[in-house]
């Protein structure tokens, strides 16, 4: 996945300071009058104190330091490119489950749909939820609940038969039903986001962090990707050349090139000189767009060239059309894609989505402290980072297009490398997607993208989605057999079951269709049968903390010991005065101090 990177540049002077200085100049002063009232006869606490102005200091915005608005835009955009691949990938991919891979107007509507929920849910995780630098997107766990309701919806041949109002039929190469499809991923995950809403306004998010541990979220993030092979390998498969090809450019862009200088003249009015040379490692921060715009510009030319023609993977005409079809703008709202429906495997399978996307945002919140200049989250602030969540898979439900949000770690890792933590900054970046996603014609556009192309990304993701589940064994013992044994045998049922439901379906015979559709869907499920079985026998099976890996975990969640910062940071603005009026507000799960 794309990184973002900090901007290498000439030191500016500025009356013999660096402009460093300068920036934390008040930053200093504040902290000091801050900490002298803070109690100095602890000592753990002032080690803590210490600890968090070295990491402000680190920081050029701290999670409370706002740079100018124009700034700040600028340094948005830089997220909104990291979150840009992942977000437009998810309801691309989910096209061909509803059956309109060759409608573009219907992906269009998709994709501008998901980037309006994604810059909503993350002005509220910032506003009311954890307050914290943290944006909101789609996530890969609900693709995996939503490939499993869709399979078997389109038909065999790809050809639908429509019927017009006046009665002369037409055969189409989409689904012209496929607001029915879509609409039973958006009613589940509206009853399934009610469950995360009382996790998180009830205070039960700690339950959760009691009983599912790494190895549990290593098979549950891990399966995700690996359940996905087939869906890439489809799409890829249409010209592996292509595809090949994108995997290929990002991984020069990103790891090849990412410390390769690209230099730019910059025009600064605060220096003796009239113009400067900045160096930005722009190759890793934009190694996703760079990639898809070659290998566009290259399907162009070969269109052009009538190497590829119409019926080919690569073709890219008629893309005119289409873009004079769409509307400029195009405005989400709830029920656009028709009245919701609920099944209970469809719900059973999203309340699994929201859990494994529930305890992955909160490892994603204690990260975004650490790198942001913050102190460890408190309980309260995790209830909340979870109920608006829950506010937000219930939009994404409602106006579409059914798929959850969650905490984008890609997003979180930029803040470490950009040294940029400003709560401001994110919120710019929520206005862009908001604003591009209200533009029509830029989802139609990116709509149209060849498939190939897509394919790339799909192998690319689904990768890294399966290593970074991985990486959650670093607090594991794994020279402990216990754990290879809960590890080996999650992961490998969890890959075999699927495989076998999807391919038996029609064994599956109880007599009652409801419970045999429920059936259907938690078998097909990997994160379901994997995660689920990881669970129980983490929680069942002999072992001690530090070899489950436990005791790293609470170390890493720690709560912190100084109020004072806490209320700082996570407080919403206004609330003390509400809570010192009404006490017995205090015992409110999300609104506690």
């Given at each position: 996945m794309e990184t973002t990177v900090p901007v290498e540049e000439d030191t500016v002077i500025t009356n013999g300071h660096t402009l460093e200085n300068e920036i934390f100049k008040d930053i200093d002063i504040e902290l000091?009058?801050?900490?002298?009232?803070?109690?100095?006869?602890?000592?753990?606490?002032?080690?803590?104190?210490?600890?968090?102005?070295?990491?402000?200091?680190?920081?050029?915005?701290?999670?409370?330091?706002?740079?100018?608005?124009?700034?700040?835009?600028?340094?948005?955009?830089?997220?909104?490119?990291?979150?840009?691949?992942?977000?437009?990938?998810?309801?691309?991919?989910?096209?061909?489950?509803?059956?309109?891979?060759?409608?573009?107007?219907?992906?269009?509507?998709l994709l501008n749909t998901m980037f309006v929920m994604s810059g909503l849910s993350t002005l509220l995780q910032i506003f009311f939820g954890a307050r914290l630098p943290i944006i909101q997107s789609g996530s890969y766990v609900f693709f995996a609940v939503a490939a499993g309701i869709l399979q078997d919806k389109c038909s065999a041949d790809g050809k639908y038969s429509y019927t017009h109002d006046n009665g002369t039929k037409e055969t189409l190469n989409y689904d012209p039903n496929w607001h029915y499809h879509i609409s039973e991923i958006q009613g589940n995950l509206m009853l399934a986001s009610v469950v995360q809403l009382i996790l998180g306004g009830f205070g039960l998010v700690g339950l959760l962090l009691k009983v599912i541990g790494p190895l549990t979220i290593t098979v549950l993030i891990s399966l995700i990707g690996l359940t996905l092979t087939e869906v890439a390998a489809k799409s890829a498969s249409a010209h592996w050349g292509i595809s090949l090809g994108m995997v290929a450019l990002v991984a020069l862009f990103t790891e090849y090139f990412k410390n390769v200088p690209f230099p730019i003249p910059k025009i600064s009015k605060k220096t003796e000189r009239s113009c400067r040379i900045v160096r930005p490692k722009l190759f890793s921060t934009?190694?996703?767009?760079?990639?898809?715009?070659?290998?566009?510009?290259?399907?162009?030319?070969?269109?052009?060239?009538?190497?590829?023609?119409k019926g080919d993977a690569g073709y890219t005409g008629g893309m005119g059309k289409e873009l004079s079809d769409a509307t400029w703008f195009y405005f989400p709202y709830p029920g656009q894609f028709g009245a919701p429906r609920i099944t209970i495997g469809g719900f059973v399978g999203m309340l699994a989505g929201i859990i494994a996307?529930?305890?992955?945002?909160?490892?994603?919140?204690?990260?975004?402290?650490?790198?942001?200049?913050?102190?460890?989250?408190?309980?309260?602030?995790?209830?909340?980072?979870?109920?608006?969540?829950?506010?937000?898979?219930?939009?994404?439900?409602?106006?579409?297009?059914g798929i959850g949000v969650t905490s984008y770690s890609e997003n979180i890792g930029a803040i470490g490398l950009t040294k940029v933590g400003s709560r401001r900054v994110i919120c710019c970046s929520a206005i862009l997607m908001?604003?591009?996603?209200?533009?029509?014609?830029?989802?139609?556009?990116?709509?149209?993208?060849?498939?190939?192309?897509?394919?790339?990304?799909?192998?690319?993701?689904?990768?890294?989605?399966?290593?970074?589940?991985?990486?959650?064994?670093q607090f594991v013992d794994l020279s402990s057999s216990r754990n290879i044994f809960v590890l080996g045998i999650s992961l490998y049922l969890g890959l075999v079951i699927p495989t076998w439901a999807t391919r038996n379906a029609d064994k599956i015979d109880t007599g009652n269709n409801d419970v045999d559709q429920l059936l259907i869907v938690i078998l097909r499920s990997g994160m379901i049968i994997g995660g689920g079985l990881a669970c129980f026998l983490d929680n069942t099976l002999p072992g001690t903390d530090d070899e489950r890996g436990m005791t790293g975990y609470k170390q890493a969640t720690k709560n912190s010991e100084n109020v004072a910062l806490q209320r700082k940071i996570y407080?919403?603005?206004?609330?003390?005065?509400l809570l010192n009026y009404l006490p017995v507000l205090k015992k409110l799960p999300f609104l506690g101090e």
């Open positions: 000091k009058e801050h900490n002298a009232g803070v109690n100095q006869d602890s000592t753990k606490e002032e080690e803590e104190t210490r600890d968090y102005m070295v990491v402000r200091k680190q920081l050029k915005y701290p999670v409370d330091e706002n740079p100018s608005w124009a700034v700040s835009f600028f340094l948005g955009l830089q997220q909104y490119i990291v979150m840009f691949g992942p977000t437009f990938s998810i309801p691309v991919i989910l096209a061909p489950l509803l059956c309109i891979e060759n409608n573009v107007i219907a992906k269009g509507q934009l190694s996703i767009i760079l990639s898809i715009v070659l290998l566009w510009v290259l399907c162009g030319v070969l269109t052009a060239t009538n190497v590829f023609t996307g529930s305890i992955e945002s909160i490892g994603d919140y204690y990260a975004c402290a650490k790198l942001s200049g913050a102190p460890p989250p408190p309980k309260h602030a995790l209830n909340r980072g979870i109920l608006m969540e829950g506010i937000g898979c219930f939009m994404s439900g409602i106006c579409g297009p908001i604003g591009i996603g209200l533009i029509g014609k830029f989802g139609v556009l990116f709509a149209s993208l060849p498939v190939p192309i897509i394919g790339g990304m799909n192998l690319v993701m689904f990768g890294m989605i399966a290593a970074v589940g991985i990486s959650n064994l407080q919403i603005p206004g609330t003390t005065r």
